[in-house]
């Protein structure tokens, strides 16, 4: 089985509404963590205070969140335009999350965390926002990126997530780099019916819309979005015990590519 059929998660009919498990303890226990859409209908009610380091980050919609004795209404209209709001829960503190808009999705993220650390929900204010890649490789790996929790914010969290938008047939994630600590992307285009393509270790993986990939420890997962089509990437890392991820590791024979005075054909 190649890598694309054994990493790679498809949803062609998009997400019903509930509570979607899309990477499970169960199926994926190397992951060390869980991944699932949750997609919730106006008026409709949502509660979860499980014994778990918790994210919950709106891709769109408007809605209410209740937790630790605030109430809260937070929207978003565009993942590709608009910042992200998200949650950060410890284990055990109760969420609820009220629809108001027609429908409203979030992606949650959960792991194993016996540390206390306080709630915490991320704006504008607190996201860390570049562009990456600018000035580079011709711009050709130019792209925006949103770190909402690393280990420089929130030492005592498990998981570092944020969010890329690459720019239409652009790069991300190069000159090729790898880690020690394991891996979940997830995708959307713009339009719709766009693809990218991300080399995982020595193998290819197409990428559409709604798509998952789980990326195993040290494989190098550069990767493109095809010309005309935005590609947006929600990423989340699990840290190792005594390994947290403090940055990647780059493939040396690539890393020519970004240097400022590199001449690349054909104006070479």
């Known amino acids: 089985m190649g890598l694309e059929a054994k990493n790679k998660i498809k949803n062609r009919e998009g997400f019903k509404p509930g509570y979607t498990e899309i990477v499970s303890k169960q199926a994926n226990p190397e992951m060390l963590m869980t991944f ?3 997609k919730i209908l106006k008026g409709e009610s949502f509660s979860n205070d499980e014994s778990l380091e918790r994210i919950f980050l709106l891709l769109h919609g408007t809605v209410e969140l209740s937790w630790d004795g605030n109430s809260i209404k937070i929207e978003r209209g565009t993942l590709f335009d608009d ?3 998200t949650l950060h829960l ?4 109760k969420v609820d999350i009220k629809c108001l808009s027609d429908e409203a999705e979030f992606s949650v993220h959960k792991t194993e965390n016996d540390k206390v650390f306080p ?5 504008s204010e607190e996201l860390v926002k570049e562009v990456r890649g600018k000035g580079t490789m011709n711009e050709t790996g130019t792209r925006l990126v949103r770190t909402i929790i690393d280990y ?3 030492s005592d969290a498990n998981l570092m997530i944020g969010e890329d938008v690459q720019y239409p047939g652009r790069w991300a994630g190069f000159p090729s780099h790898s880690h020690n600590q394991p891996e979940i992307y997830f995708y959307r285009f713009l ?3 766009g693809f990218g393509l991300l080399k995982l270790g020595d193998e290819g993986v197409c990428l559409e819309q709604d798509d998952t990939c789980i990326i195993p420890m040290n494989l190098v997962h550069p990767q493109v979005a095809a010309p005309g089509y935005a590609m947006y ?3 989340v890392i699990r840290h190792l015990d005594g390994n947290p991820y403090l940055g990647p590791d780059f493939e040396e024979q690539h890393l020519w590519a970004e240097k400022p005075d590199a001449k690349i054909w054909p104006d070479k």
């Open 90 to 93: 410890p284990k055990s503190v």
């Open 233 to 235: 990437f929600l990423w």
């Open 83 to 85: 910042d992200p709001r």
């Open 191 to 193: 339009p719709e019916n």
């Open 119 to 123: 709630s915490k929900l991320y704006g």
């Open 36 to 38: 699932g859409v949750l």
């Open 152 to 154: 420089s914010i929130n």
